[in-house]
């Protein structure tokens, strides 16, 4: 049995899902992989808490959901770089918030952690969309793993299922509905005939729509993720600033209403080849017509047809699926060697 | 660069799809994977076509389509058992349509291709649902991959997918739309109004339903299917025997109107935990809801959620991605080694 130590930089709402997920499955990657999975620290914005011994996943959370996490007997100064260049550890799970106009902080920190030999797994799509090239050879360089499933679709396995089990087709195109926010909106004014007003309300007070929720509205989050997706999957050498972006700030009741009439629906569709993202009509039966926050992704492959996903596009605990499926992945090639 | 054998037993619709498929990404096995991958025989019912360097791909393809194979140049009078045990090769494709009352001829060829210490990659259902754990035990014991993607979805990559990447969610319910035929046919009757036997005619004229559909119309095929998700994701040990199975024989226009009154639809689902094959109401935009001759799939897991995989459950070169991915999949083993 060998221990692996993680590192959880950011401790936002993926950050709080991973430590109850790997507290949960805790058992499980000991039975089945063969691995004792520690955390060895979890970096705020201020400090850390860092325990080389593992930090006590329950009392880390007790302290975070009453607000008295730098009273915790584990609680530092160290700020995330230095906690990623000093503390002991196999893999540093990047999970903060990106800034998509820098990608920071995202990019220092996995740079950071790939320079000082350790693996990165990564829901931050801000520095993969931003970055792609260069983060992914450095650690080809490094020969270290850099994986990212948690970027797109959420609990959507999208990256990993083409990389382990789809390899052998050529992807000839990829379509998505990966902003769950905007397709709860559209789909609220659909069923429910109501405004986009009244219906991003209701998302913000359900707690699916940020305060501001511009990006997901305007289709800039659909673009970032339809790039990740190009660049990995197809091997695209894309910027998120080459996509045709048009959002769903412009769609009414009566627009919906008439594709209705048709037998149709209005999605916001990531279109790789089309280099777009904007509001399309689907037929009501076809694949990519999901309800709700769900997230769908479409591949057109030269042997296997198409094959489309349907899934938790967020969600603390559904993210946290992705971000444990790369840590396992990683777990794998380390027991090989 | 290493050479592979592979030995194709059964040269039917999916056979010869599996050699089409090999003959396109021949290059890419070489240039990704490292491997050269020849085929050194192929099992008909009445002998093979064996040749030690590698077979002529395109000669064997032509000699069949005209009916002349026991004119090629390689024919001998080697049966399938004998060939799989004489033929020096690495992994056996099995690929025979299987009878689901005995599992033979497909439960021998495993087991003699095991007993030789050859890999094992099959598309045929029955012998996977009948011995599951026996066939899997021997593989096991043997040092052996037993693989079987291509017997449920088709070209839908579930089994894998769960084994690669979602391994660490425990799976709660599994509910699939594992038949083409009987789809196909409710979707006709459901978008055009006409009864079973006209839609049961059209998809024979097409070439998407068999002379004979009992199994397909019944439900028997969707509970196969079911049985080999159920033992291989779930860690059950269920026969389809075990397996309440209602058909769509009864399925009315009527019915199927009302449903559509209604915002639903009627689709023969199978469903694990209800241990049970029948004609279901689903919500029209619910994931399940897939037309024509699509498959589909839906994990309910309690880390990621539900996820619901769409794609083609039948076909010549679909079929046959699944068929390569697991090939693939023992290749990556090979080069570890």
């Given at each position: 049995m060998k221990t692996v130590k993680l590192i959880v930089v950011g401790f936002g709402t993926i950050g709080k899902g991973t430590l109850e997920v790997l507290r949960m499955k805790h058992r499980d990657l000991l039975e089945k992989q063969g691995f004792d999975v520690r955390v060895a620290a979890v970096c705020e914005i201020d400090g850390s808490i860092v325990n080389d011994k593992g930090i006590n996943i329950d009392s880390v959370l007790k302290a975070a959901s009453s607000g008295k996490l730098k009273e915790h007997p584990d609680w530092k100064n160290a700020k995330s770089l230095e906690a990623i260049e000093v503390v002991d550890a196999d893999i540093v799970l990047e999970l903060t918030p990106g800034d998509i106009k820098t990608g920071e902080p995202g990019i220092s920190h996995i740079k950071k952690a790939l320079e000082c030999g350790k693996h990165v797994v990564t829901s931050n799509k801000a520095p993969i969309a931003l970055r792609f090239q260069e983060l992914t050879g450095l650690a080809k360089k490094k020969g270290l793993k850099l994986r990212y499933?948690?970027?797109?679709?959420?609990?959507?396995?999208?990256?990993?299922?083409?990389?382990?089990?789809?390899?052998?087709?050529?992807?000839?195109?990829?379509?998505?509905?990966?902003?769950?926010?905007?397709n709860y909106i559209l789909t609220k004014m659909f069923e429910e005939d109501v405004s986009l007003q009244t219906a991003l309300k209701e998302a913000q007070e359900l707690g699916i729509a940020e305060r501001d929720p511009s990006y997901d509205i305007d289709g800039t989050d659909t673009a970032?993720?339809?790039?990740?997706?190009?660049?990995?999957?197809?091997?695209?050498?894309?910027?998120?600033?080459?996509?045709?972006?048009?959002?769903?700030?412009?769609?009414?009741?009566?627009?919906?209403?008439l594709a209705k009439k048709?037998?149709?629906?209005?999605?916001?569709?990531?279109?790789?080849?089309?280099?777009?993202?904007?509001?399309?009509?689907?037929?009501?039966?076809?694949?990519?017509?999901?309800?709700?926050?769900?997230?769908?992704?479409?591949?057109?492959?030269?042997?296997?047809?198409?094959?489309?996903?349907v899934g938790h596009g967020a969600g603390k605990i559904q993210t946290a699926s992705s971000v444990l499926a790369d840590v396992i992945d990683i777990l794998k090639d380390m027991k090989e060697l």
């Open positions: 499933e948690a970027t797109v679709g959420g609990a959507i396995p999208i990256i990993n299922l083409y990389r382990d089990n789809l390899e052998v087709n050529e992807v000839r195109s990829i379509y998505g509905i990966l902003n769950g926010t905007s970032v993720k339809l790039v990740i997706l190009a660049n990995s999957i197809m091997g695209k050498r894309i910027s998120y600033k080459d996509i045709n972006v048009r959002g769903i700030q412009e769609i009414t009741t009566e627009s919906l209403e048709h037998g149709y629906v209005i999605k916001l569709v990531g279109d790789v080849n089309g280099m777009e993202v904007s509001p399309r009509l689907i037929p009501v039966n076809h694949p990519l017509n999901v309800s709700g926050t769900l997230n769908a992704i479409m591949l057109d492959m030269d042997i296997a047809g198409t094959l489309t996903l």
